[in-house]
């Protein structure tokens, strides 16, 4: 029998084992073949010296992901233990540095799946729940071609469909209208953007925000070209948008399958192109859970609570 003996040092032990010891348990049935012990700020390992040497490595694993994404949840913990390269490193993580120098990254596993789908593929469906960054790394990687002009201009658009609010009622012209709708595509720029570099690429046309059905009749050549909320664009949107991809062209479409705000009549054209397809050479789908999630913690267990109740009404 060995043992080691692990201090937490900077950090608390409840960030590490988790409310209630939520991650101890994980972490004990995962290496059943150990004895855990944690007092105060110390965790005592007891068991084979093999084991032990795989425990301490993915300890180191798990102590990393929480200095550098200041967070270690109960699915963290799971994804680390049962992943090869759980840690994300900074050089492969970085996308590029935004606005005063901020670090622009993925920071989950899935974000870094589509870091790496993005460069291997030329459209890459992206499809999750809120809150998991997949709007957000798909515009990183947008402002990243136009730095490194493997395009020429960015294009961001989103179907105008009304989430249970009237857009009709708003004042102002249909730019007033619909500039609160795409404000997250320009929160998003402007994180990685200055402003007024910003506010001279959109009078350029170089960065183009604008509503889905603006794209009928367009070839979009040498662009990065991002579908936000796709999961609102019907049938026939969604094939006049995947048909506009023209050369040295990008194509990102992003969406989240419980949140469709179409009318019961409209079936969804992102659910029929995900079917449609899947296992198309070129095309590389990613699926983000709410394991992804880096919004509050609050938001994984209100996405937790809703996909029970999605399941409990099934007929």
């Not at 990102?252 to 009549?265: A, E, H, K, N, Y």
Request: proline letters at 4%; one cysteine or more; charged letters at 30%.
């Amino acid at each position: 029998m060995h043992e080691i003996i692990i201090q937490f040092d900077d950090n608390h032990p409840v960030d590490i084992l988790g409310v209630n010891n939520s991650n101890l348990q994980v972490l004990r049935k995962h290496f059943s073949s150990l004895k855990l012990i944690a007092r105060g700020d110390q965790l005592k390992a007891l068991g084979p010296e093999e084991a032990l040497e795989v425990f301490d490595k993915k300890w180191k694993e798990l102590i990393h992901f929480l200095n550098e994404f200041n967070r270690l949840s109960e699915s963290d913990v799971k994804n680390i233990l049962q992943s090869n390269n759980p840690s994300l490193k900074a050089d492969e993580a970085l996308i590029l540095y935004g606005e005063s120098g901020k670090v622009i990254k993925a920071r989950t596993a899935n974000q870094l799946k589509m870091v790496e789908a993005c460069k291997e593929n030329d459209m890459l469906f992206a499809i999750g729940p809120a809150g998991t960054g997949k709007t957000y790394t798909a515009v990183a990687l947008a402002v990243k071609a136009l730095r490194d002009k493997q395009v020429q201009k960015i294009i961001l658009t989103r179907p105008a469909v009304e989430a249970g609010e009237s857009l009709g009622f708003l004042p102002g012209d249909l730019k007033e209208k619909l500039d609160p709708y795409l404000r997250p595509l320009y929160d998003a720029l402007l994180d990685m953007i200055p402003f007024d570099k910003l506010a001279k690429f959109l009078e350029r046309s170089t960065i183009e925000i604008a509503p889905l059905a603006f794209m009928r009749g367009r070839t979009l050549d040498n662009a990065f070209v991002i579908l936000d909320e796709a999961q609102n664009a019907s049938e026939n949107q969604m094939k006049m948008f995947l048909t506009r991809m023209g050369r040295g062209a990008k194509f990102v479409i992003t969406g989240d399958m419980s949140q469709i705000d179409l009318p019961r009549q409209i079936p969804s054209g992102l659910v029929q192109s995900v079917r449609l397809l899947k296992g198309v050479k070129g095309i590389s789908m990613v699926e983000l859970d709410k394991s992804d999630v880096i919004r509050h913690k609050l938001v994984e267990s209100i996405i937790d609570k809703y996909d029970k109740l999605k399941e409990i009404k099934k007929p």
